[in-house]
Each structure stands twice: as structure tokens, then as C-alpha cells.
């Protein structure tokens, strides 16, 4: 079982940056590829970037690529969300999750087995 908690969120003007980090419990998090996640108002949750267990590879959604880099620390059990030029747009619930199986299918929410409960990132104009 591994449980993860994020934080960073907050309220940022348009074109700031935000750091989120996720905390994770668990011996084997350095095996997990993992990913963040958001979902705004009314919208379905999206993909936003992942990175894999070795740090070797990170993946991005296009609206974010450029601005948003993910990293890991594995000797800490942290993953990290750094958002630079922040957009209205980015408001949403941010929300780390873990796949252990390191499936590869890293834009499916459904390949991840572990899920923080979020934080919140409001962007204003």
C-alpha cells in the first residue's frame, strides 16, 4: 500500500510559478513510475506530465510542455511539480497518483494504482 500526499497548491497570478510536491510512503516508491494529474470545473481529469521510475523519461501534455517540468527524488520518496508561466487555464485540483506496474501507458489514469487527494492551484488574471 503506498499513500501519497500532495501540497504547493495555492493562488498565483498569471504568469507566476507554483512547486507542487507529492510525499509518498513505502519502501518500493523508487520502483513506481508516476504522474501528475488535474481536474478543472466541470472538466474530466487530464493527464498532465509523468516521469519514470529511473528518471530516464518524462512525458507532458501538450499545453503544458516547456512550462511544467516533473522530477523525482527517490532517496526522499518526493515527486515534484514545477509550473512556470502559469495560465488561467492550469486552475484545476492537482493530484499525483503512482503506477507500480509501470505499465507504460502513461496518459490513462487507469494505470495508476494510487492516488493523493490533491491541491488545489488557482490561477487569476
Known amino acids: 500500500q503506498v499513500q501519497l500526499v500532495e501540497s504547493g497548491g495555492g493562488l498565483v497570478q498569471a504568469g507566476g510559478s507554483l512547486r507542487l510536491s507529492c510525499a509518498a510512503s513505502?519502501?518500493?516508491?523508487?520502483?513506481?513510475?508516476m504522474g501528475w494529474f488535474r481536474r478543472a470545473p466541470g472538466k474530466e481529469r487530464e493527464f498532465v506530465a509523468h516521469?519514470?521510475?529511473?528518471?530516464?523519461?518524462?512525458y507532458y501534455v501538450d499545453s503544458v510542455r516547456g512550462r511544467f517540468t516533473i522530477s523525482r527524488d527517490n532517496a526522499k520518496n518526493m515527486v515534484y511539480l514545477l509550473m512556470n508561466s502559469l495560465k488561467p487555464e492550469d486552475t484545476a485540483l492537482y493530484f499525483c497518483?503512482?503506477?507500480?506496474?509501470?505499465?507504460?501507458?502513461?496518459?490513462?489514469?487507469?494505470?495508476?494504482?494510487?492516488w493523493g487527494q490533491g491541491t488545489q492551484v488557482t490561477v487569476s488574471s
Open positions: 497518483a503512482a503506477d507500480p506496474t509501470r505499465s507504460g501507458d502513461y496518459a490513462w489514469p487507469g494505470a495508476y494504482r494510487y
Open positions: 513505502g519502501r518500493t516508491f523508487s520502483t513506481y513510475n
Open positions: 516521469i519514470t521510475w529511473s528518471a530516464v523519461n518524462t
